[in-house]
Structure formats: C-alpha cells, structure tokens
C-alpha cells in the first residue's frame, strides 16, 4: 500500500470526490467520553473550502452535544469504490435563513414537517481539521480479485494497487 498525501486544493478535489461519493457517513460526538455518540448523517456537499454540510433538527442530541463540544469525527465508507474517509473537524451549527436556503434539500423534507420553513431546522458544517483516507484504485470486485490472487499467489497486486494517505485541506 503506499502512501500519498494531498495539499490544498488537489485535497479539497480529493475530499470532495470522496464524501460525495459515499453520500453517507456516521457523525461522531462526546468525542471525550466514552461511549462516543453515533449516528448515521446524510451529507448535503463539501463545499470549494472543504466544509462538510448537514442538514439537522435543533432539538437532536448531536447539536446538542456540538454546542457543549464542537469536535466531531466523521467516517465514511464508499463500499462499492472500496473508498474510507476519516474526518476530524470542529462543527459550526447555522440557524440563519440564508444557510438553510442555500443547503436545503428536497430529501430532508422526510424529516421536517413544514420543510425548509419548520423551526426545528439547522444546518451543521463541519470544518476538517484531519483527514485520511484509504482507497483501493480498481475498487469493488476487482480489488477482491486482487486480494484473493494475492492469498492463493502470494504477489502483492492489491498492496500495490491501494493507496492512503493524509487530505490537508
């Protein structure tokens, strides 16, 4: 597996391409305790700054637990890429009419009865402060063929066709 790390806007493209891929993520709270506090999130885009955007009732523990300690992780798993996104950041919840025009989403209707109008709603972005990732480049199935004529083999195709690394975004 080798490593590759990338810097600013390759980064960003990096990230982007990567958490939009896999759409769906688990956010982690109450970073400091144990247990964490997790949930599966719907993200809504990674903005041209690297900013990871949420759509979120005010009343949830999440923003509840965000307002106490804004630090948050979040994983992602793009299964049929064989992509992983590790993110640790800092969130900032935005209650204001602009950011909630600007984020909304049809699908978040599901979850807000009056939609984008419903008071209950917020929008969390999350700033990154590290991130890794892990990639197999031929993805899905031909990356497990790799791995299985590597066992019977003994080559290494598929540690040579992974890559991971650090997005400093």
């Not at 997790?38 to 993200?43: D, E, G, I, Y």
């Not at 949420?54 to 300690?69: A, E, M, P, R, V």
Request: with cysteine; net charge negative.
């Amino acid at each position: 597996m080798s490593t590759k790390n990338y810097y600013d806007k390759k980064a960003q493209e990096k990230l982007k391409d990567m958490a939009e891929g896999a759409r769906v993520c688990f956010m982690c709270t109450k970073l400091s305790q144990s247990p964490l506090s997790a949930r599966p999130m719907s993200l809504q885009e990674v903005d041209d700054d690297g900013i990871l955007w949420f759509i979120s009732g005010k009343d949830s523990d999440k923003n509840y637990h965000l307002q106490k300690d804004a630090e948050t992780q979040l994983f992602f798993l793009d299964k049929g890429n064989s992509e992983y996104l590790s993110i640790f950041g800092k969130a900032d919840i935005y209650t204001d009419r602009a950011t909630i025009e600007d984020k909304w989403s049809k699908m978040a209707e599901a979850w807000f009865e009056e939609g984008k109008d419903d008071p209950n709603v917020s929008i969390i972005g999350v700033r990154p402060q590290e991130v890794h990732y892990w990639e197999n480049k031929s993805g899905g199935i031909a990356g497990f063929a790799m791995m299985a004529f590597d066992a019977v083999t003994g080559s290494d195709l598929a540690k040579k066709d992974s890559e991971h690394g650090e997005l400093n975004v």
